[in-house]
């Protein structure tokens, strides 16, 4: 009998290797999926970062420049070139947003200042060594080398710290504590640059206090309104602290709105903080009467 045919007569059918590749290469060929075609792979776009081999597999290139292992070919489909455009835009604005991220982390590390509020989104600006120095040389008018409490008060908030004055005396009064058992010392009363550079280290994850918190403050005051006169606000900060109707007029100036009568409470809580973060400089200060 022919070797050529079986025993019926039929020609003799190979038994072919699936993974050979005249089985899995149709319609897979370096024509129809050449490098750096687009694709779709696992909900994500891709391209070809290679031909396909003699078993259909490829290696895919992202967006981001990595490259996958070996995958099937069967598992992608056709992408346009506009899908791949559109992903290497997302992935350039990802890297950009991870950039900035990291660079306010850098900047909030190397700030000397209070931690940003809460909602604030921003370093503190200001507030690098030489900056604390100076504000710390302004405040000791008598030149004695300390600032008693109002003065040590002062200092932090120049460091970026919009707490309560309670929770300021509770954060010099931790600073030089001596833990020893039996040990009193009297309460301090002068703090020294570097005593208060140990308040600030000290105190470095407390919370700063936030907008929402801000934003609930003067809905309060507003009894409980979205708005706010000025006028009670100029109520509030004269009547409750060491302010003036120019004080107030110079802060609300500063957050552009010198103009305002009445305000909105959670824009003036955003606007506020943002300047807490960014303080004017003094020809900012110089400008906002103009």
Known sequence: MDREHSATGSPARSVKDPRSPASSQAGWDDRSWPRGAPVHCDGRVARLATTPD????VRLEWADGSKTAFVRVTALRRAAEVDWERARQEEAERREQ??????????????????????????MALTSERDLKIAFEMLDERREGALDRGQARSWLRCA??????????????????????????????????????????????????????????LRRL?????????????EF??????????????????????????????????????????????????????
Request: glycine share 10%; net charge neutral; proline share 6%.
């Open 54 to 57: 003699r078993y259909g597999q």
């Open 98 to 123: 991870r950039s900035l991220e990291q660079s306010a982390r850098a900047l909030e590390l190397r700030s000397g200042g209070a931690p940003p509020p809460r909602g604030a989104g921003g370093p």
């Open 160 to 217: 970026g710290w919009c707490v309560p004055d309670e929770e300021l005396d509770e954060m010099l009064a931790g600073v030089g504590v001596s833990r020893g058992r039996g040990v009193a010392h009297p309460p301090r009363t002068k703090w020294g640059l570097k005593n208060l550079v140990e308040v600030l280290n000290q105190n470095r994850h407390r919370e700063n206090s936030s907008v929402e918190a801000l934003q609930a403050a």
């Open 222 to 234: 507003a009894h409980q309104r979205g708005k706010i006169p000025r006028e009670r606000l100029v």
């Open 237 to 290: 900060t004269t009547q409750e602290h060491d302010l003036t109707k120019a004080n107030l007029d110079e802060v609300l100036a500063s957050l552009g709105l010198a103009s305002a009568n009445v305000l909105d409470c959670d824009s003036l809580a955003v606007r506020v903080m943002e300047r807490v973060c960014n303080p004017p400089s003094v020809l900012d200060f110089n400008s906002f009467g103009h």
